[in-house]
T-cell receptor, first 118, second 113 residues
């Protein structure tokens, strides 16, 4: 199956700093990448849809100026949490949609990034 | 938008018994329904999926059924094993709406040896 990586796997930062998370599709081209947030013992909540070469589409209630998404190539999308606060502490997971698997509509998930803001 | 409800939130079964998780969705345009298994701190793993033109799909001990009219789908795990213990999520998406997945709330399954 397709492989998606995320970096870093975990990060601890001070309140007010910015954190960048990378999501890479290692062996396929991802025309679309999705960013999810998962709080402890809760479900995955879609934050935004990232399409290569265009602006991200944010879900209702997600601040686009706080969660900056860049999808510069078909294999890389980045999520930057700007001016992070303790309430932003969460598990951030990306998924990549493979154009080759379009008929199956399969999304491949990255391993996630655990963010802790002190 | 789509809304997916999942029940039960927790499920405890004896090893060897069957486990059934049910989901309902609200958007009749949804046409793809995957199920994911997530272990603590790990990524969701696709275990089975079904498209709207199929009523049932089976893969070894796992099966999924879909009732489009009633807008609900279910996951069935037979002959459960301790390694089946995890959180299971159902999801729904509409290919014409960008393939965004809407997840159910999750079911924590515990298989007791």
């Amino acid at each position: 199956g397709a492989v998606v990586s995320q970096h870093p796997s975990r990060v601890i930062c001070k309140s007010g700093t910015s954190v960048k998370i990378e999501c890479r599709s290692l062996d396929f081209q991802a025309t679309t990448m999705f960013w999810y947030r998962q709080f402890p013992k809760q479900s995955l909540m879609l934050m935004a849809t990232s399409n290569e070469g265009s602006k991200a589409t944010y879900e209702q209630g997600v601040e686009k100026d706080k969660f900056l998404i860049n999808h510069a190539s078909l294999t890389l999308s980045t999520l930057t949490v700007t001016s992070a606060h303790p309430e932003d502490s969460s598990f951030y997971i990306c998924s990549a949609f493979s154009f080759r698997d379009r008929e199956r509509e399969t999304q491949y998930f990255g391993p996630g990034t655990r963010l802790l803001v002190l | 938008g789509e809304n997916v409800e999942q029940h039960p939130s927790t499920l405890s079964v004896q090893e060897g018994d069957s486990a059934v998780i049910k989901c309902t969705y609200s958007d009749s345009a949804s046409n793809y329904f995957p199920w994911y298994k997530q272990e603590l701190g790990k990524r969701p793993q696709l275990i089975i999926d079904i498209r709207s033109n199929v009523g049932e799909k089976k893969d070894q001990r796992i099966a999924v059924t879909l009732n489009k009219t009633a807008k609900h789908f279910s996951l069935h795990i037979t002959e459960t094993q301790p390694e089946d213990s995890a959180v299971y999520f159902c999801a729904a998406s509409n290919g014409a709406a960008g393939n965004k997945l809407t997840f159910g709330g999750g079911t924590r399954v515990l298989v007791k040896p």
